[in-house]
């Protein structure tokens, strides 16, 4: 049963092109997120949606929309892709205020 | 805004020996630390957490003890495993922004047999 999963796990494209990351919990949680991992292995929080509201939005470049059509899912797609968003991307999820649960990853490699 | 320092960097121990990893933070109100394990290829997973109401908490192997007063806290692993290598992130977030965790720098720790 896998509590937060992550499509696809990873993804190569060219530069210029438009990519969405989709984010599925089954947790029942109210609040998912996005983090992006850089080749440093760093962590640092992009988005987090609570019922589909939007309540963090950290310096993020507005190619980046995320996305929630209901509260199990939160998407995020990237417009022109550019060679500095190659990363690692993690979706969690989380109940309000409570502990966070990271998905597998999404492993993004922008030529 | 909240900044977390995390060290070492890399951690290299004896199978059998401890390990610990410090973490300070800048902000005050923080009061939610975990710790998370993040394996090769794999999403961090949770290990510990402790909330700035308790100075101490354990499980098995795993412990982490908080300072508020020096604004630090630590993981502390016992009796290190093969299976405990891995890169471990300190984390802090504050009651208002408790949805917004800040990690630290990332631990790499080799557990050597």
Known sequence: DTAVSQTPKYLVTQMGNDKS?????NLGHDTMYWYKQDSKKFLKIMF?????????NETVPNRFSPKSPDKAHLNLHINSLELGDSAVYFCASSPRHGTQYFGPGTRLTVL | GENVEQHPSTLSVQEGDSAVIKCTYSDSASNYFPWYKQELGKGPQLIIDIRSNVGEKKDQRIAVTL????KHFSLHITETQPEDSAVYFCAASTPEGAQKLVFGQGTRLTINP
């Open chain 2, 67 to 70: 300072n508020k007063t020096a």
């Open chain 1, 48 to 56: 987090s949606y609570n019922n589909k509201e939007l309540i963090i």
């Open chain 1, 21 to 25: 990351i989709k984010c599925e919990q």
